[in-house]
């Protein structure tokens, strides 16, 4: 983040190398993913106007944000508790920062306009290794998905209704669904660089920020649950 970003400019957050080591490929977008696309009709006429609004509105945030969460990551079998904090400027202008246990700095993620980079902190030691290079995400925006709206400004994609009555929204970069009602954001699917991260609001029951967020990558699940304000 321009200016730089210490562990006190951003809600506090901890968790365990087992963790970042999951949380690495997130930060870095560097998701495997794959599966059979269940059947959907596609929508016409005004049915297909009002969810291509509805998907519109959906990505309506507004910024600066500062959030933090506690969690857990899934991994092999094995539940890792995490604590991590989000400060958004805008969406061009992103820091997650993840801390170990005792609270000194592991890694700081970075959206500078897109570029997503990683950042070691002090307690880093051998993990994250030096040499990681930049991401080129695109108009990715880390804070309007941990905040429940679309990660890519929606500009364009096809409408469709899938079996359960909710409605689809398919782009370029990200899929998104509604939940069954028509109301609310439920899932979303990113696709950088032909990879793939899901990310799923399970219990979300309004249109501000979820209490919940669910990402799964790479065969881990990692849920984060929103701290109070």
Do not use: H
């Not at 902190?121 to 925006?141: K, T």
């Not at 990692?222 to 109070?228: F, K, M, T």
């Amino acid at each position: 983040m321009k200016g730089g970003t210490s562990a006190k400019d951003l809600p506090a957050a901890r968790g365990g190398r087992r963790f970042l080591a999951a949380f690495l490929p997130i930060a870095l977008l560097v998701a495997a993913g794959a599966g059979c696309a269940p059947v959907r009709q596609r929508l016409i006429g005004e049915e297909a106007r009002t969810a291509a609004t509805f998907f519109v509105s959906a990505a309506d945030v507004s910024f600066p944000l500062r959030a933090s969460f506690s969690g857990i990551a899934e991994l092999s079998g094995r539940p890792v508790p995490f604590l991590a904090g989000l400060f958004s400027r805008n969406a061009a202008d992103e820091t997650l920062g993840i801390y170990d246990p005792m609270g000194r700095a592991v890694l700081f993620l970075r959206n500078e306009g897109g570029n997503v980079s990683v950042t070691r902190g002090p307690a880093a030691e051998d993990f994250p290794p030096e040499d990681i290079r930049p991401v080129d995400a695109g108009p990715l925006s880390v804070g309007r998905i941990l905040s429940g709206a679309p990660g890519y400004p929606v500009d364009g994609g096809e409408t469709a209704r899938a079996a359960d009555g909710s409605w689809v929204l398919a782009g370029r970069e990200q899929t998104l669904f509604s939940d069954p009602s028509r109301r609310l954001l439920s899932r979303a699917e990113y696709d950088i660089s032909g990879k793939r991260v899901t990310v799923t609001y399970p219990g979300r029951d309004s249109p501000g920020p979820p209490r919940t967020v669910e990402v799964e990558v790479m065969g881990n699940r990692i849920v984060l649950r929103r701290d109070a304000d």
